[in-house]
């Protein structure tokens, strides 16, 4: 057999890669991803301008508010806000979406309920864990 031998992963010959694959990758979580992201995030104390933004909160609770990585991949399915967005809605990532330098990605699996929705805007104090009840 005279045929070229393609390597695991290599679906076309090199010099028609680019070509017939343009977003070789797209989809996949590779990179920094899940907890590893989180662990390496700076927080919402460390970035000046997101201490500002949230001038409203204590340090100690600005600590706990992960800011991921730029070049992290987004886990499909998980639920993240961008700080960065006026209305700070939260959405549910694709599994081809990544951290760009200018976003203030917050994932929510990686802070407790009520802090979410402090972030989110919720107003609810009972979601805010503000409840009257004893």
Avoid: C
């Amino acid at each position: 057999m005279t045929d070229k031998q393609l390597q695991p992963g290599q679906h076309h010959p090199e010099e028609y890669q680019q070509d017939l694959n343009p977003n070789e990758g797209a989809g996949q979580n590779n990179g920094l991803v899940g907890d590893q992201a989180e662990q390496d995030a700076r927080t919402a104390y460390d970035i000046k301008h997101v201490h500002d933004m949230l001038n409203n909160m204590t340090d100690d609770t600005l600590r706990q508010i992960p800011i991921l990585p730029t070049g992290t991949r987004l886990q499909q399915g998980a639920t993240y806000v961008d700080l960065q967005t006026n209305d700070r809605e939260p959405f549910k990532a694709r599994g081809d979406q990544e951290v760009k330098e200018h976003n203030l990605i917050v994932p929510k699996q990686a802070i407790d309920y009520q802090l979410w929705n402090e972030l989110i805007g919720v107003t609810d104090s009972a979601r805010l864990g503000e409840s009257d009840e004893a």
